[in-house]
């Protein structure tokens, strides 16, 4: 019996399980307790409930971009460096969580969202020679990521200095 076909469903398995494991660990950093409601936020920050629907829909995007794009990948070398990006992009992710929220150090979190952002943006590049599709699929993160880092920079001028 063979399972050959089985390689053609390694990424859609890579992109679920790397997927679900990011949302839960996100949803555990996301702590919005009496410390974060006791933020000034600016005016024009969108409410609460509309993070969770966009965050999954950017986390269906990437998993769709991820599986596109490996199988469009030209070489094992790319198809590396394709799991190497996404892996880093989803630490960034998480890490901003667990600065910002767990550890209350938004002034932290928003010198590490430059490497967040960095890490989408190295997707979208790397993937657009062979697979446009993908590349397009990644640009509403970088746009949700940059729109969160203008955020996370207001709240800090607006609440700073932060310490422990």
């Given at each position: ?42 005016s024009w920050k969108p409410p609460d409930w509309v993070f969770g629907p966009m965050w999954s829909t950017i986390f269906i995007c990437a998993g769709i971009a ?34 910002y929220f767990r550890m209350h150090r938004p002034d932290w979190a928003l010198i590490e969202a430059i490497g967040l952002w960095l890490s989408v943006l190295a ?42």
């Open positions: 019996m063979s399972f050959e076909w089985l390689a053609h469903y390694k990424p859609i398995v890579f992109a679920l399980i790397w997927g679900i494991v990011l949302a839960l660990a996100g949803a555990w950093a996301t702590e919005l307790g009496e410390w974060y409601k006791n933020l000034q936020q600016p991820f599986v596109m794009a490996y199988h469009r990948a030209p070489n094992q070398q790319t198809i590396r460096m394709l799991v190497i990006l996404f892996i880093v992009n989803g630490l960034f992710n998480f890490i901003w969580s667990i600065l997707i979208l590049l790397a993937t657009r020679s062979y697979s446009p599709i993908s590349s397009w699929l990644m640009a509403p993160y970088l746009v949700w990521v940059s729109i969160a880092m203008v955020l996370n920079w207001t709240t800090v001028k607006l609440n700073g200095p932060f310490s422990q």
